[in-house]
């Protein structure tokens, strides 16, 4: 009897045991499992957004994973390849976007149930110029809007142009020449101690963008040969401070107001000028400058391999189109997206106390409509950064004398690096 009891015991523990595990197995029994994604990025700036999204959609749990540096884009491609461990979601960073646009480990969101040409037209012109495959196809969506001005000191603006406000310190710095005269002006008058602008690449990077490619021939566009008067003019007539870009100097300057104008875009009011100059609110204005342009940019994409693709747009749409959650990410992290729906609306009321109370985002909604649409290329950022900005370098300190030796180096160092390409 006591052996026939502890058989029954055990049959009874084993069907249990087998109830448990195929409750586990079915999504049925156990209807509040939590759903999982992965989302890998360059930065940390996502951390906002998952939370507000896990916030919206509590059964989806967003494993983030952040891999800084310039090892991120080699572990991505690699992960992809190998569908080895590979995120459901990734961000590009806009230097990138190009070389990754074609590859089929991306997801094309162009088709059902995506349909992401829908959406995009609430995006500005030069964010979808990059958003598309070579055959047309959305593959991966720029949830950031970096249109770019000239952030200037208010208090020097008010010392050496007579006026602090936008519109009028606007009239004064809208063509390079009025920039270097006053440079001059400011460095005699300053006794060398304050520059109008902090080096030669607030020149260069007010031009952002530009192919150097088309149809697989080398195209040097004639604004490059411009940029290349510009800052040799402008060293030539003390304009600038000659700080490098990320130095101590170059932060410093910010603080002590030893420079009066600094193109920058969107991004560079919280990790430039609130980053190395805190204690400067109230001290800054936003002007356009002689160009329309934009400075880098993130985009998000979809891996298509990925067994989790409901979840994953769920994710990627949430972050680019959900207009209540993209409002309380302009408000509450004064970050400025690609959505220009939003942008416009929020353009009416918010304001910035750095920027001593201007509209900073009705600036920017209208500085990303003036922004020249580029498609970019594979090549562009090699070639712009390792090869045009070293000859710029060289042409500025005279080692290349003459614009047709820089022309020359630029061929020779991008048949070099690109023998596919055409280089006449």
Known sequence: MKNLKLKYISIIALVSAIIMVTGCQSGGANPNKQKEITVW???????????????????????????????????????LQTASKAPDVFMIENGNIRELID?????????APYNANELIPEQYAFVQANEKDSQGNVKAIGYQGTPGGIYYRRDLAKKYLGTDDPEKVAAQIDTWEKIFEIGERVEQESGNKVHALANWNAISNS???????????????????????????????????????????????????????YPGATWALQYTFKANAPDTEGLWGLAPGPSAFSAGGTYIAMYSNSDKKDLAWKFIEFYNFDHDFLT?????QDYFTSNMVVNDELAK????????????????????????????????????????????????????????????????????????????
Do not use: C
Not at 212 to 230: A, E, F, H, R
Not at 371 to 378: A, D, F, G, Q, S
């Open 328 to 332: 309380k990410l302009a408000k509450e």
């Open 103 to 111: 590859v089929p480990y991306l997801e094309n969101l162009s088709a």
């Open 41 to 79: 990025s360059f930065t940390d700036e996502a951390h906002y957004a998952i939370e507000k999204f896990e916030e919206k959609y509590p059964d989806i749990k967003v494993n983030f994973v952040n891999i800084p540096g310039n090892f991120y884009i080699t572990k991505l491609k690699s992960a």
């Open 207 to 261: 031009y952002d963008g530009i192919p150097w490619v088309k149809d697989g021939k080398l195209v040097i566009d004639p604004t490059y040969m411009q940029i290349l008067d510009l800052v040799r003019e402008a060293r030539e007539r003390h304009v600038l401070a000659e700080y490098e870009d990320g130095s101590a100097g170059y932060a410093a300057s910010m603080q002590k107001g030893e420079v009066m104008f």
């Open 349 to 424: 009321s918010v304001t910035s106390a750095y920027l001593g109370g201007q509209k900073h985002f009705e600036f920017f909604s209208e500085a990303a409509k003036q922004i020249p649409v580029y498609k970019r290329t594979k090549y562009d950022t090699v070639i712009n950064n390792d090869i045009f900005k070293i000859v710029l370098q060289l042409y500025l300190n005279k080692d290349i004398q003459t614009k047709e030796e820089a022309i020359e180096r630029i061929k020779r160092d991008v048949k070099l690096r690109f023998p596919e390409l055409e280089v006449n």
